[in-house]
């Protein structure tokens, strides 16, 4: 990569992070959510929210712009891949926790309108991003059959099994040690600290037993989202774990901005174990079922790369 072409992605890079940004004012006003939200918010932390606004639009357009550029897809399937890549991880598994957590110190009428502005969003960016990073039409074939995803329906299902056993691990882990461990985040909840890890557990399953097959559910989301991304991916196996776990880590950056809702500081520990949790979980999603195992023992030894190209 020569600099004229480093030069042209820098550009490329920020004229999608102001996109983000415009795509983002228009969904608010839209959708109604920042009625509501500036009706909570001090004027210091509205003026406070642009320079966060932009940062956060960087980060998220630039890995956007990799898992395009990456992408051996173009046009309109690239485009649908993109959206529900961008809508479900940022906005459909984030929210529907927010209904469980949250129901109490959200507005009513809040969370349905965060889902109208994540949905409109997602539609406005990603044929956009498509067009200016010039996947409209496609301009190389790879070679081969794509047949990332093509696995007998046995290995479909051990390897859906350990995936809900892989988040349920990291979702309960990262947050207890992290976010439960800090007083400020129990004392937000109205929770207390039984005193260990199991202990805690032992909790949620004497209390909210259900809570475990709902995130069961999410875990299920999760990997559903990422299907597209490892589908179109054109990389080697720790080039897709890599591109998962930053799409789903990605979007706890938005936790930065100023919440009328929630203190800084549970912000900020959300922020921490999110971001590390998604991270590892899109990870461990990318690069299993990028490969093809025959069995559970082949994780340890062995593995088929599926790769290909055109599909």
Known sequence: MNAMTIAITGLKMIALAVILVVCFMIATTVSGVSTLASAGAPPADARAALPILLLVSLLESAVLAYLILRSRWSGW???GAVFLAFYGSSTIVAQIESIVYLRTQ???GLVPKLFIMGA???ALFSPAAV??????????TPPGPNV????PTGEWVWKLALITTAYLMLYYTFGYF???????????YGGTDPGSFLAQLGQIWAATPWMFPFQAFRAMLWTAFALPVIRMHKGRPW??????????????????????YMPKVVARTHLVETASSNFLLGCVIG?????????????????TVVSGGTA
């Open 77 to 79: 399937k690239l485009t």
């Open 106 to 108: 959200l507005p009513p």
């Open 120 to 122: 409109i969003v997602a």
């Open 131 to 140: 067009l200016i990073l010039g996947k409209v039409r496609q301009t190389s």
């Open 148 to 151: 990332r995803l093509v696995m």
């Open 178 to 188: 992290i976010a439960w461990k800090n007083p400020a985040v129990r004392a937000y």
């Open 239 to 260: 080039e897709i774990a890599l591109a998962v776990g930053l799409l789903f880590a990605v979007w706890s950056s938005q936790l930065l901005f100023p919440n009328p």
């Open 287 to 303: 690069w299993l079922m990028c490969q093809h195992h025959s069995s559970l023992r082949d994780l340890s030894g062995r593995a």
